[in-house]
């Protein structure tokens, strides 16, 4: 039997906020460490706060002003002594700059170490280092292209169509794809511009355009001992502008290709090794129809969807990652010890326009659930919450796990059709088209599928009163006991 050592209590400062921040401080607490969290002018009756030993008043009201201003939160972790700063995804969880000055002042950054974020984090330099590890990587450069004439070159040499891609890119924001030389020279120098303004680095990639590509991600976790695991694949090829909306494990896919997730797995924990990787992260594939794949990107954090791989191996990543940033024993004794069971689906919960899927920021007027076995919500929704265009729209991630995939995706329907959220609109009239679309139910779906099936010409324009009222009047019923 395999018991968890009793370790020394420190003091974690949670740099991020809602249902991530929520989800940090659970673990923390877990594992028997004081847990601070943060709040901003506008986040007053934040939800994570009531899961925390401490808080903080970090003065301002957007990004820039908070969770972005470096010397803000150096500040803060000097004056309350904090011993480690986890920071969840997003924000400064990659930054490299913030990573060093943890570093210096004695602080533990809960994140691999600073020289895999920084190699990691260029898109250029990373694709060097998977290329020198023999993982396969998509045609095209491996260095900034200095001119448009050299990307119409490179373009025409490796074949059209192409995709002009950020050097320091992420999010889906600065690539465009190009589909003959006109496009390359007309697109060229917006794109530099887009990804200076974005990332503060307007360098390009030159990348061959995989055509219906599968966006296929594996989870990767490594401690301090250079043992580094895996825990499978991610399918997440449903998104809008590049931006993922809904996730599941495993994927539909690579099916019962025991061989070829075997070869994507090993080759995400090779390229893990080359960096000396040592906490939680993400190797990113793009995978043709033909079944052959290639490296995109690595997340140097944990990523938005981590909960599906939890549901079907049943270890907790965010815990692992605190052990590992301490140093602890991980409790995980070889890869064999991993395993998965059953199928779990994740819908990003977002405060977007359905149609337009487009950010709608308004108050929260109303929030219940009815949720079927088997669901998992992670959020930070309550009456009067205040969704501003100040922070990402994602108010909450609907986790559903099945024994097999038909069944995560019937309690995925239940589940959509159990969340009330009033006063703002919300795009799950959107993820309940996508869950009845029949090429989705198949597993035959690539990044193409927005473009392709357009769900959001399908979502009901009128909103259905009655079917509504009876949902709430269940709900009334059922606190009532009745």
Not at 6 to 19: F, S, V
Not at 99 to 107: P, Q, T, W
Not at 286 to 294: A, T
Not at 373 to 399: A, E, S, Y
Request: proline share 4%; glycine share 6%; charged share 25%.
């Amino acid at each position: 039997m395999i018991r968890i050592p009793k370790n020394q209590k420190r003091r974690i400062l949670i740099a991020n906020r809602g249902e991530i921040a929520t989800r940090v401080a659970k673990a923390c607490r877990e594992l028997g460490h004081t847990a601070i969290g943060l709040w901003t002018d506008n986040e007053v009756h934040a939800t994570h706060l009531q899961f925390c030993d401490e808080w903080i008043h970090l003065e301002g009201s957007n990004n820039k002003e908070t969770y972005l201003n470096v010397p803000k939160l150096l500040q803060v972790i000097k004056e309350n002594n904090v011993d480690a700063v986890h920071p969840g995804y997003g924000f400064l969880s990659e930054n490299s700059d913030f990573a060093r000055e943890l570093d210096k002042a004695g602080v533990i950054f809960i994140a691999p170490n600073t020289e895999a974020i920084r190699l990691m984090g260029d898109k250029a330099i990373s694709k060097q280092i998977a290329n020198k590890a023999n993982v396969p990587t998509v045609p095209g450069t491996d260095t900034a292209v200095p001119t448009v004439d050299e990307a119409v070159r490179i373009s025409n040499e490796i074949g059209y169509p192409v995709l002009l891609k950020a050097v320091a890119g992420g999010g889906g924001r600065g690539m465009r794809a190009c589909n003959n030389e006109a496009e390359v020279r007309a697109n060229f120098e917006a794109v530099g511009r887009e990804s200076l303004a974005a990332f503060n680095n307007g360098d390009l990639l030159v990348e061959k355009l995989i055509v219906n590509p599968h966006h296929i991600e594996v989870q990767i976790l490594a401690d301090k001992k250079g043992n580094i695991y895996h825990f499978f694949e991610r399918e997440c090829s449903i998104q809008r502008r590049h931006q993922k909306i809904v996730e599941e494990a495993p994927s539909p896919f690579i099916g019962e290709d025991e061989e070829l997730r075997q070869r994507v797995c090993e080759t995400a924990v090779k390229l893990a090794r080359a960096v000396n990787y040592d906490s939680a992260g993400t190797v990113e594939f793009i995978m043709g129809e033909d079944k052959n794949f290639y490296f995109l990107e690595m997340n140097t954090r944990i990523q938005v969807e981590h909960p599906i791989t939890e549901e079907i191996t049943g270890i907790d990543l965010i815990v692992c990652m605190i052990q590992s940033a301490l140093g602890d024993d991980l409790m995980i004794p070889n890869q064999e010890f991993i395993t998965r069971s059953g199928h779990a689906i994740e819908c990003r919960i977002c405060a977007e326009d359905p149609i337009t899927m487009l950010p709608s920021p308004g108050k929260v007027t109303g929030f219940d659930t009815n949720f079927p076995q088997g669901t998992r919500f992670d959020h930070c929704l309550f009456k009067d919450l205040d969704v501003t265009p100040d922070f990402d729209p994602m108010v909450g991630k609907l986790i559903c796990k099945g024994i097999v995939r038909d069944v995560a995706i019937r309690k995925m329907e239940a589940a959509l059709d159990g969340l009330f959220i009033e006063g703002l609109k919300t795009n799950i009239p959107l993820l309940k088209v996508i869950m009845r679309n029949e090429n989705f139910m198949e597993g035959r779906y690539t990044t193409n599928f927005i473009k392709d099936e357009n769900p959001q010409e399908k979502v009901a324009l009128d909103f259905d009163h009655d079917r509504f009222y009876k949902l709430l009047a269940s709900v009334e019923a059922r606190r009532m006991g009745m």
